[in-house]
């Protein structure tokens, strides 16, 4: 005769984590933004104040019209001692890179590393509505698929 368990039938629970997995759960929020206006020496000081590589360009309204980064301060100051001429007085319009790609707040973070991949940029800015709510760089993807590697998506 087998041995009888005193335990009573046992729950077979199988965990699934609901795990953040788009954009905007990993996106950086609160972004140091630059007006087309500014002088490049301006945005230099705040790259380095701030840390950062880069941000968006916005206008009067708040809507995004480019991009500024490092690459475009270089290319500045290249031209600056090529041509003998001071930095300072060259405005973030004429260096940015306009016609920005951008990617959706709902984007899966998956898409967003194809993304970075095919399009090689750094930083891309997150959209939602046509209004900027935030910006997902490399290092952001990287970082999500840290946290998710331990855990079961859908």
């Given amino acids: ?13 199988k965990k699934e984590f609901d795990a ?3 954009v905007e759960d990993y996106m950086t929020k609160k972004l140091v933004t ?3 206006d500014q002088s490049i020496l301006e945005v230099m000081e705040q790259f380095a ?4 590589s880069g941000g968006p360009v916005l206008d009067n ?5 480019g991009i500024i980064s490092e690459a475009d301060c270089m290319k500045q100051i290249s031209e600056s001692r090529y041509f003998n001429q001071p930095i300072l ?5 004429r260096f940015m890179t306009k016609g920005v790609e951008t990617i959706p707040h709902d984007t899966s973070i998956f898409d967003a590393a194809g993304i970075f991949v095919k399009h090689n940029r750094r930083r891309l800015p997150v959209m939602k509505n046509d209004v900027l709510v935030g910006q997902i760089s490399r290092k952001d993807i990287v970082i999500a698929a840290l946290k998710l590697s331990g855990h079961n998506y859908k």
Avoid: C, W, Y
Wanted: proline share 6%; charged share 20%; glycine share 10%.
């Fill in 61 to 65: 309204n708040g809507f995004l019209v």
């Fill in 34 to 36: 630059f007006s087309p």
């Fill in 49 to 52: 104040k701030n840390h950062i």
């Fill in 20 to 22: 953040p997995i788009l």
């Fill in 1 to 13: 005769m087998g041995i009888k368990s005193f335990q009573g039938a046992r729950k077979t629970v």
């Fill in 89 to 93: 007085d060259k405005s973030v319009e």
